[in-house]
């Protein structure tokens, strides 16, 4: 019986070993895949700029030039981006996760009043809005037009992330805990802050990873409802840069040529990219090790 079982045992090790070669060279690929764009802007953002024009850089920098990364650093206007984008990414994101939290466990509650109404209520708003045009209309009649708290305002929660929140709290912190706190003489906001915070650091780190690329990478709010330029994020003038192929105040009266502002132009295309997203690169990984876990909140358990 041995004899007939083992070389049964050896192939299916075998084939065990072949799929999981097979999966581990697939990831490879697929990773190659997605980190050469990464790597290429980064090595365009160092390089000369007529090699990157000509075609000649593939993947490794071609000659060495940091005055992309120069004309970055001494532009005002990129400067007051970088510093507006922190602050809206830093102020908005914590903003995000009071409101976000308060109302997932609001939420999570079996003894709050119209529960079911209140969550189709705001899920209503997941899957129907009054369009572009009538948003701007009250934006601009309730006085947010041209603000600096505009983008913090709009797009306050959501209801995503709000059913995330409150799926985390009824399914991982035990409701006779909650219990045992309110017999201790906690009040709701002591209970809140006191025990459903501190157990729900997975969902708030993946929260704060949501909420910081949304404002880290948001735009179009800030395209459509802010004029003055001392406000406007980063990403405004990377699209200017980008989409617009315009160089910014990139000091003319220096420059000799338009050949020479074109090229300067190109260095500063790629070396915005990595400035803009060094900040997500650098927390990321941090993050990681959440992640994984937000994703798998309200999923079906065996």
Not at 54 to 59: A, M, N, P, V
Not at 83 to 96: D, K, P, Q
Not at 160 to 178: D, M
Not at 196 to 223: D, E, M, Q
């Amino acid at each position: 019986m041995k004899e007939k079982t083992q070389p049964s045992k050896i192939r299916e090790r075998g084939m065990e070993r072949v799929f999981n070669w097979a999966i581990n060279i697939l990831l490879l690929l697929f990773g190659l895949v997605a980190l050469y764009p990464l790597l290429f802007v980064l090595s365009a953002s160092i390089s000369d700029p007529t090699a990157v024009n000509s075609g000649k850089l593939l993947l490794f920098p071609k000659g060495f030039n940091l005055e992309g990364y120069k004309q970055i650093l001494k532009n005002s206007w990129v400067l007051i981006g970088y510093r507006n984008s922190l602050f809206y990414a830093v102020a908005g994101t914590i903003l995000n996760l009071v409101v976000t939290m308060m109302a997932g466990y609001a939420l999570s509650r079996k003894d709050l009043y119209g529960k079911k109404l209140i969550t189709l209520y705001m899920m209503f708003t997941m899957w129907f809005s009054g369009g572009m045009i009538t948003k701007f209309i009250v934006v601009n009649n309730i006085g947010l037009y041209d603000k600096w708290y505009t983008l913090l305002v709009l797009g306050l929660v959501s209801m995503y992330n709000v059913i995330i929140t409150r799926s985390f709290i009824a399914g991982s912190i035990p409701g006779e805990l909650q219990e045992s706190a309110r017999i201790d003489g906690c009040d709701d906001f002591g209970t809140f802050f006191r025990i459903i915070v501190p157990l729900s650091k997975p969902v708030i780190a993946i929260l704060s990873l949501y909420y910081g690329l949304g404002h880290w990478n948001s735009y179009f709010n800030a395209l459509i409802y802010l004029k003055d330029k001392n406000k406007q994020p980063l990403q405004i003038f990377l699209r200017e840069i980008l989409v617009l192929n315009q160089a910014i105040d990139v000091n003319s009266d220096e420059l000799e040529s338009m050949i020479e502002r074109a090229r300067m132009a190109q260095s500063m295309k790629y070396g915005l990219i990595v400035v803009a997203s060094l900040p997500m690169l650098i927390i990321y990984p941090f993050l990681q090790k959440f992640f994984v876990k937000g994703v798998m909140i309200g999923s079906v358990k065996g």
